[in-house]
DNA sequence: TAGGCCATCTGGTCCT
DNA sequence: AGGACCAGATGGCCTA
């Protein structure tokens, strides 16, 4: 019986566990594979039978499967090191493990969202959190200009009084780190409940107010809060644009 | 036991 | 041709 969390398993054996083939071929999994581990505890153990008993005309050889895949596990590697990197840079998560969103709306999808202590965020959950840590940025930036614009006028040149936010610390938006926490559907439908939107000032909208589909993961379409946060546009991509160079 | 999450393999497509 | 990227399939582990 394995005690340990899953993301602590997860992370002793970053290394593949799954593919410990005994083939002479693929001495490159067995070297990764924990003492104890048979063969057969792979996946798609099926197609690699089925390379490894006969090479099948049209396909690629071994030698270069096992290359593509090693490629392959090599870029996923990368990709679970960046979102570490990622979740490490999620404050609030880091800061405040144990505050889970409590306020989650009708459409929320994140059931994995609120990150339960001792656990580490999902790979949808950091996505979807890194979002709204990036909205609240930049709703705290836009703020503080607007502030600090108030606080320039009718003042003199020479006079540069330190904004009363600035010497009260912390952003103005940023209310409690576990707000992050909350997907855009908590965030809007805490504001909606209450009539306006607890990250923008009152008067801050200007415009009709349209109801926008929020478009996270599996999360069923609803009417959201017309806020400046859902607001911003859905990034969809039906047809994937050229790629960044490499 | 079902569902969520994950790692890996694999074949296809696009790009250099 | 080879590398990068992507999505589907598969199976393991964990939790509710």
Known sequence: ????????????????????????????????????????????????????????????????????????????????????????????????????????????NQQQLGPQPGRRLSKISTLVLARNYILLLGLSLQEMRRLLGEVSVGVGVNARPVPRLLLAGGWPLFTSPSQLLLSPESLLTSASSSSKCPLLPPGHLEGPMVPVQWGSAGAPGGTLCPCGVCRLPRFSHPSPGPRFPK
């Open 1 to 108: 019986m394995n005690v340990l969390p899953n993301h602590m398993v997860r992370a002793h054996q970053d290394q593949p566990l799954h593919l410990c083939s005994p083939d002479p071929h693929l001495q490159e999994f067995s070297s990764w594979c924990p003492p104890g581990l048979g063969a057969d505890q792979g996946n798609s153990l099926g197609a690699m039978g089925a390379l490894i008993g006969h090479e099948r005309p049209g396909k690629p050889p071994m030698e270069l499967r096992r290359k593509i895949n090693s490629r392959e596990r090599k870029r996923m590697q990368d990709l679970n090191v960046a979102m570490d990197a990622l979740r490490e840079v999620m404050v609030p998560y880091a800061s405040s493990p144990s505050s889970s969103s409590s306020s989650q709306g009708p459409h929320c």
